[in-house]
Nanobody, 122 residues
């Protein structure tokens, strides 16, 4: 069993930056894949980025590749999403997620955090 807890959301002006963090607890992290998703009001939950826990290999959705960076800190058991050049359209609830292998990277996740709200103002 894995537990995920997001933090770092809040209010930021358009053009600014924000760093989200996900604390991870459980067993057998060497083969885990960690992902970030978001869901805006009235919209589907969308995949953003993923990272292998062991080797740090990353994958990004094309729409955010130039502005968002995913990373992990093995010593702190955390996964982060660094967001820059934020737009009003980035306003959403952001979720971290986890699964145990690297295939179908944009879906199939088994564990989810509670979400953290990001609001971008004009």
């Amino acid at each position: 069993q894995v537990q995920l807890v997001e933090s770092g959301g809040g209010l930021v002006q358009a053009g600014g930056s924000l760093r989200l963090s996900c604390a991870v607890s459980g067993r057998g992290f060497s083969s885990y894949v960690m992902g970030w998703f978001r869901q805006a009001p009235g919209k589907e939950r969308d995949f953003l980025a993923a990272i292998r826990w062991s080797g740090g290999v990353t994958y990004y959705e094309d729409s955010v590749k130039d502005r968002f960076t995913i990373s992990r800190d093995k010593a702190q058991n955390t996964v982060s999403l660094q967001m820059s050049s934020l737009k009003v359209e980035d306003t959403a609830v952001y979720y971290c997620a986890a699964k145990q292998n690297w295939n179908r990277v944009s879906d199939g996740y088994d564990y989810w955090g509670q979400g953290t709200q990001v609001t971008v103002s004009s």
